[in-house]
């Protein structure tokens, strides 16, 4: 799966982080270092140096998202996982069917449980809630995605 279908989709995360009205000081810390960990994760993984803009970007949104979510509590290993999972669901997992991830070294866990597929303006989109679980306290975010012709997601609310 190209890495640019990647950044549209954490960018959903994002979206869904920067909608919060709540944030304090614990969120807006932990997505700038959620940001930073996970553009430096997304650029090592990017490979090609198409792929590596693609990557980092990617790895920066989701990165931000979680790191809104759950302040600094994921490490790299975690946000790696937790960023497989949600594409998986988006690309391909079943309505409503959690697509999980653990992490055995941490103990943390989460799930990403992708809505039906519906168009709209022509495109196809989802709904999805990513939950992420730490010392057994789910943190949950939401957000929609629709897939653009080029097979990478847009945010559209």
Request: aromatic residues 6%.
């Amino acid at each position: 799966m190209p890495a640019i279908r990647f950044v549209a989709v954490a960018l959903a995360g994002l979206g869904v982080a920067a909608c919060s009205s709540d944030s304090g000081p614990k969120e807006a810390g932990g997505t700038i270092v959620g940001a930073g960990a996970g553009a430096l994760i997304g650029n090592a993984v990017g490979g090609a140096a198409g792929n590596r803009l693609a990557g980092t970007l990617a790895g920066a949104a989701l990165g931000g998202f979680l790191g809104n979510r759950v302040g600094a509590a994921l490490d790299d290993d975690d946000k790696r996982r937790a960023y497989a999972a949600q594409m998986q669901a988006l690309d391909t997992g079943p309505s409503g069917a959690p697509v999980a991830w653990r992490n055995p070294d941490s103990g943390r866990y989460g799930n990403v449980v992708p809505g039906p597929v519906y168009q709209m303006n022509g495109a196809p989109c989802r709904q999805y809630t990513h939950t992420v679980y730490i010392d057994g306290i789910p943190q949950t975010g939401r957000g929609t995605a629709c897939r653009n012709p080029d097979g990478t997601w847009t945010v559209v609310s």
